[in-house]
């Protein structure tokens, strides 16, 4: 066998290695390799598969039910977009052997339970979805399914429970009806009719303060962004109106009806749903994302209108697929393609939607953002001769609504859109968006090209970025990221920090001490002060200036050389940003000289952070100053606060987690200790031990509510400015009687919307003191509305 | 009931690689047993003009970056081609071999793979004419690697010598 490279021939690695001898082992994997694989491109029939796969099946129930059980289960829950290939199968068994599906069902009103008691909800839907499709299969009584939905849809009488507990109820119920809508019609039209009243009331009366701040763009025009239960009712309703009539589901099933019907039915036993827990995450709201209709692909299969069953199934579907093979680009790429009943839809059309839909997805996208640039180059190869196509078409819509695109969407646009050329050289036809130009440039537009352009040039380099464009659009050419050095040359020698910026610049490239450093830097006056400081200690921007200025500037040449220079320095940095004035200067600093290169002041201010030069407050009080004030609604301001937040984050839960593995080590050590008897030197030992471990567990809660107690001051900074920022903005706006609406108010408010979303987890602990102290009645409302409807994402 | 299906946890993007450092000081078992634990890439095919604020854009997608190697040339200590990228934590380096893996840096589709480790010296090619061993031996000409493989321009130069 000649040597594998390591080309595309496998997606990815390695293919597996074949073992020789026959084990149960080898069996059982064989079964889940069956039972995971049908369905998938055959020389057969999907029916003559599911036929031999249930003869083999049927065979191997003596000796291994449980595994077949076990498989079968998690198909249910794990491969929900093949959920009528196992359903099928599931029928076909429970044909053969009546007490096999009787255990099957057992199983699965087991694991039912167990995915609610465990929070996972999106799994769950999948379980009760595939129960509804095995009355479809008469598997199960369409009766006892319809008493399952009944208790479902009761959970909307409960009082004092979450909003979002009880639209998780009935969007199970709803989300079924695709399915089996028919089916329970036919066998139950008067109880489904009070069923559905019953949830037709309960979404009238439903709170929707939440959907605004979930709303990828905020006109309702060309495609309303509907809140997700809307959006299924309506389409449930015209399911109804159609008489059921339901034709995009592919049923395997069907070819069996006369076999199937053959079978004896299970009666699902009586399912209480579970009661409302305290620690119960249901999921939040969602608002469905919209962005073609049937005019925007001209040529072709008709694309399903946004209300139409077939829009919900085939988006649900596409949705499932990405989630089960997003690890692997390339079999994802190639499962979408070949999604069942391709032929009758514009599948291209469709996969564009989804996955921008998931992109743009608030309050965060369910996978990486670079999966889906990653995904998007595999289907633009798998389809080259179309798929690219429609991706320039959505890209070109979305540039065209990008005045009422929410910022949050509108950065991952940017990173995407960027990121996307520069694996295809940056082609793209810019003059298609000469009209950004004729418009104030902050506005969504010209900023967006700008944005774009200046991530293309990280990836790229500066003249490349001259090279793409049209001449006409050079007013958005990023900057040549170049320092820019204060006390370049004789030029700047009336500056007073020129002399010690040479004395400084020298003892560094001559390798002087830090100490010999320090007593230069001791030499320089302190504009601040009219005497000397017989300290000499307290704070001098321009000591800081000087110094930083000259060593940035040594270092100027790449990331690395600036890392290595503010490691050497690291004792000089901390003693000049010893004050909380000196942290905010030397960020100030850094700017300075880095204006041009916002890729550097990100690392800088990053490893600055790390290295405890400057702290997460610091970072916010700077960002929000004065002096930054004309940067504020540039992306790279926004990255680097994010990233600050995330850095304490990750701090606190670090300490947090060493916190809990002491206190874990401490309980095994007493159990030991229990179990030991009564040896008087072990005992000895281990109180030591213990009494070790309880110092160490006081020092670390300490070290976490410290943690905490920074983090939370974190966030109270970050919206006290906000809000003070936003005030102003509105009461002068007031006073002065114009609009509020201009694009820095509009990035400003989406900026705030921002930080509620990226960190509700986080943020969730300091509701009560956020509320007091911040977001209070007295707030102007506009405000305030940012609040509530972050607030409402939890009812 | 957390029943993981063999069948349905395929992640061949991150799987090691057949390729083995044979400067590695330890066995095999050692090299691989670190390759599994690994927060460093190499990353391989890069231009010779490749930076490192580059390769920082391109792989801080996948997550923090805690430090680039740009790889050199061992005599002329200029970049030759290939770097280590490594991360805090090992979540987003398998992203990063999920996601910009095979993907275009600077025109050029990058290769990632497990790196057991930055130890000094790791960061200079190994060919004998200070580059990468693969520029040694290549044929063809590529201009953002010093045009054609070390043994092919020795050849051209005999060639031309001989034509006169």
């Known amino acids: 066998m000649s040597r594998r490279r390591h080309s595309d021939e496998n997606d990815g690695g390695q293919a597996h290695k074949r073992r020789r001898t026959s084990e149960p082992i080898e069996i059982e994997d064989r079964l889940e390799s069956l039972i995971c694989r049908v369905g998938e491109k055959s020389t057969s029939s999907l029916e003559s598969n599911l036929e031999g796969l249930a003869g083999v099946l049927e065979a191997d129930l003596p000796n291994y039910k ?23 199968l599931v029928g076909l068994l429970n044909a053969r052997n009546y007490n096999f599906g009787g255990e099957f069902v057992e199983a699965m009103i087991r694991q039912l339970k167990e995915t609610l008691k465990n929070n996972l909800y999106n799994e769950a839907v999948y379980l009760v979805r595939f129960l509804s499709d095995l009355v479809n299969c008469h598997v199960i009584a369409a009766p006892s399914m319809v008493a399952m939905f009944e208790n479902f849809v009761s959970v909307t009488q409960e009082e004092d429970v979450p909003q979002v507990r009880s639209d998780w109820f009935v969007y199970v119920v709803l989300s079924c009806l695709p399915w089996v809508g028919k089916e329970l019609y036919e066998k139950k039209d008067v109880e489904m009719d009070r069923l559905l009243s019953q949830v037709e009331g309960y979404l009238k009366r439903r709170v929707k303060t939440h959907v605004p701040m979930l709303q990828v763009w905020t006109a309702e025009k060309p495609h309303p962004q509907e809140e997700y239960l809307d959006c299924l009712w309506a389409q449930i309703q015209k399911l109804k109106k159609d008489r059921w009539q339901e034709r995009h589901i592919l049923r395997p099933y069907i070819a069996f009806d006369s076999v199937l019907c053959e079978a004896l039915q299970h009666n699902l036993p009586p399912f209480t749903p579970p009661g409302h827990m305290p620690d119960a995450q249901y999921p939040i709201p969602r608002v469905i994302f919209r962005m073609f209709d049937y005019t925007d692909a001209p040529e072709g299969p ?52 989804v996955i921008f839909g998931e992109l743009f997805q608030l309050p965060s996208p369910p996978h990486l953002d670079v999966m889906y640039t990653a995904l998007l180059i595999e289907l633009c190869k798998l389809q080259p001769g179309s798929l690219p196509q429609v991706l320039a078409q959505a890209t070109e819509m979305l540039y065209m609504r990008l005045d009422t695109m929410n910022t949050t969407c509108i950065d991952r646009l940017i990173n995407w859109f960027s990121h996307h050329l520069s694996n295809f050289q940056f082609r793209w036809s810019w003059d298609d968006w000469a009209d950004c130009l004729s418009v104030d440039l902050e506005k969504p537009k010209p900023k967006f090209v700008k944005e774009v352009l200046e991530k293309s040039m990280r990836l790229s380099y500066h003249q490349r970025i001259v090279d793409i464009v049209p001449t006409t659009f050079s007013a958005l050419i990023p900057a040549e990221p170049i320092f820019t050095y204060k006390y370049m040359d004789e030029s700047s020698s009336s500056l007073p920090g020129y002399p010690a910026s040479i004395t400084v610049g020298n003892a560094i490239k001559n390798r002087a001490t830090n100490e010999e ?17 017989d300290e000499g200690e307290s704070f001098n921007p321009l000591k800081i200036d000087v110094f930083l200025q000259t060593l940035l500037h040594l270092a100027a040449k790449s990331f690395s050389h600036s890392f290595s220079a503010l490691g050497k320095f690291h004792e000089i940095l901390k003693a000049l940003t010893d004050s909380d004035e000196g942290k905010l200067h030397i960020l100030k600093v850094v700017y300075d000289v880095w204006r041009n290169h916002p890729q550097m002041i990100a690392v800088l201010v990053d490893k600055m952070v790390r290295t405890q030069i400057v702290d997460c407050a610091a970072v916010a009080n700077w960002l929000f100053s004065q002096d930054m004030a004309h940067e504020f609604t540039r992306l790279y301001i926004w990255e680097i606060l994010h990233s600050t937040i995330r850095k304490m984050n990750k701090h606190v839960q670090k300490i947090q987690k060493e916190l809990e593995e002491a206190k874990d080590k401490l309980e095994k050590q007493q159990h030991k200790r229990r179990d030991s008897g009564d040896d008087e030197d072990m005992d000895k030992n281990s109180e030591d031990e213990e009494g070790q471990l309880e110092e160490q567990i006081e020092r670390l809660q300490e070290k976490v509510e410290s943690a905490q107690s920074e983090q939370k001051n974190l966030f109270l900074v970050i919206f006290q400015r906000f809000i003070m ?37 986080t943020i969730q602990q300091y509701m009560g003191t956020l509320e007091n102290l911040l977001f209070t009645a007295e707030l102007d409302h506009h405000i305030l509305a940012v609040y509530q409807q972050f607030c409402a994402l939890q009812l | ?18 390729y083995r450092d044979q400067h590695f000081k330890g066995n095999r078992y050692e090299q691989e047993k670190l390759l599994k634990q690994s927060n460093t890439l ?42 280590f990228v490594e991360y805090y934590t090992r979540g987003d380096a398998e992203n990063a071999m999920r996601f910009v893996n095979g993907t275009r840096l600077d025109d050029r589709i990058i290769r990632t793979d497990w ?39 020795q050849h051209r130069t005999t060639e031309v010598r001989n034509t006169f």
């Open chain 1, 66 to 88: 449980n595994k077949i059980l076990r498989i079968l289960c998690a198909v249910a829950r794990l491969l929900p977009e093949k959920l009528t290939v196992y359903t099928t």
């Open chain 1, 302 to 353: 008709v694309m399903p209108g946004s209300h139409s069953v077939e829009r919900f199934v085939i988006e649900e579907n596409l949705h499932c697929i990405i989630k089960t093979h997003w690890k692997e680009r390339k079999t994802c790429a190639a499962q979408l393609l070949s999604y069942p009943g391709k032929n009758k839809i514009p599948l291209n059309y469709h996969i564009v939607e």
């Open chain 1, 517 to 533: 450093i320090l007593a230069i830097l001791k030499e320089v006056p302190n504009p601040n002060q009219e005497d000397d400081d």
């Open chain 1, 725 to 761: 920022l936003l005030t102003e903005h509105l009461v002068r706006c007031e006073t002065g009687g114009i609009d509020i609406s201009t694009p820095w108010y509009k990035n400003c408010i989406e900026r705030l919307q921002q930080i509620f979303l990226m960190h509700h987890v």
């Open chain 2, 1 to 18: 009931m957390s029943a993981k299906l063999n069948a349905l946890n395929s992640d061949t993007y991150t799987d090691v690689s057949q």
């Open chain 2, 42 to 83: 190499y990353v391989g095919n890069l231009s010779f003009y490749t930076t490192e604020e580059q390769v920082h854009e391109l792989f801080a997608k996948c997550g923090d970056v805690k430090r680039i190697i740009i790889g050199l040339d061992k005599i002329k200590k200029t970049a030759c081609g290939f770097c």
């Open chain 2, 115 to 153: 790196d057991a480790g930055f130890k000094e010296g790791r960061q200079y090619g190994r060919g004998k004419s200070g580059g990468q061993v693969r520029d040694e031996y290549r044929q063809d000409y590529d201009p953002a690697r010093g045009g054609y493989g070390k043994l092919a321009q």
